[in-house]
Nanobody, 124 residues
Framework: DVQLQASGGGLVQAGGSLRLSCAAA????????IAWFRQAPGKEREGVSY????????IYGDSAMGRFTVSNDKPKNTVYLQMNNLRPEDTAVYYC?????????????????WGIGTQVTVSN
């Protein structure tokens, strides 16, 4: 079974940093791409990043561009999201998810599995 567990969230002041981790089990990174998405109360899901080992594609959402970096550690089957220069509007629950391969910028339409998210709260 595909399992995903996001962790690393917390409370941070604006301008601070957090590194989220996504522990994956039941598949390898050549089977599925991985997306990070977030959801704030009363708002729709927002794509944050997409990383595909099968074709080497990395995509960032507009809000993440230039501030967030996604990477994976294949031996550990873990994907990381380094978030720098955090802003109050980044406050949300962050989830990692499997995505069908080779879908590029439409990745939010092809999410297939996701686990429990991790809360990120950025204070002024």
């Amino acid at each position: 079974d595909v399992q995903l567990q996001a962790s690393g969230g917390g409370l941070v002041q604006a301008g601070g940093s957090l590194r989220l981790s996504c522990a994956a089990a039941g598949f390898n990174f050549y089977d599925w791409a991985i997306a990070w998405f977030r959801q704030a109360p009363g708002k729709e899901r927002e794509g944050v990043s997409y990383i595909s080992e099968s074709d080497g594609t990395i995509i960032y959402g507009d809000s993440a561009m230039g501030r967030f970096t996604v990477s994976n550690d294949k031996p550990k089957n873990t994907v990381y999201l380094q978030m720098n220069n955090l802003r109050p509007e980044d406050t949300a629950v962050y989830y990692c998810a499997t995505v069908e391969k080779n879908v590029g910028s439409r990745y939010m339409e092809f999410i297939r599995h996701w686990g429990i998210g991790t809360q990120v709260t950025v204070s002024n």
